[in-house]
C-alpha cells in the first residue's frame, strides 16, 4: 500500500492548500495529453488523482489517516499507540529471544 501523501509529495499534516498545489503540479506534469503514448505517465497521472480525491475530501482524510495510523500500530507525529496492534498471544514465552513464531509464521516450520 503506497502512502497518499507520498504519492502527492507532501506531509501528514499539510493544510488543504498545501495539497491541491501539490496534486495540480502532478498532475500537470503527468496528464496524458501532455504525455501522449507514455504508460508510466499515464499510472501516475491516475495515482495522483486517486490520492487527491481521498486527501481533499475532510472525511475521507480523516478515515484514511485512521487506518493509516492503525496499519503502523501508532501515530508517528503524536507518538500515540494503537493497543490493538499489539495484543498478547495465548502463548506467553519465557524466553525474551524466542523466535518460533517467527519461524512459524514466515517459514512454514512447526514443532
Excluded: C, W
Amino acid at each position: 500500500m503506497e502512502n497518499l501523501y507520498d504519492i502527492l509529495g507532501v506531509q501528514q499534516n499539510a493544510a488543504d492548500a498545501e495539497i491541491k498545489k501539490a496534486f495540480r503540479t502532478l498532475s500537470k506534469k503527468y496528464h496524458p495529453d501532455a504525455n501522449p503514448g507514455n504508460k508510466k505517465a499515464e499510472e501516475k497521472f491516475r495515482a495522483v488523482s486517486e490520492a487527491y480525491a481521498i486527501l481533499q475530501n475532510p472525511q475521507k482524510r480523516k478515515e484514511y489517516d485512521k487506518k493509516l495510523a492503525r496499519f503502523f500500530g501508532f501515530h508517528p507525529k503524536s507518538s500515540d499507540v494503537n493497543p490493538e496492534q499489539f495484543q498478547r498471544t495465548e502463548k506467553t514465552k519465557t524466553n525474551p529471544i524466542d523466535m518460533t513464531d517467527l519461524f512459524e509464521k514466515y517459514m512454514g516450520i512447526r514443532k
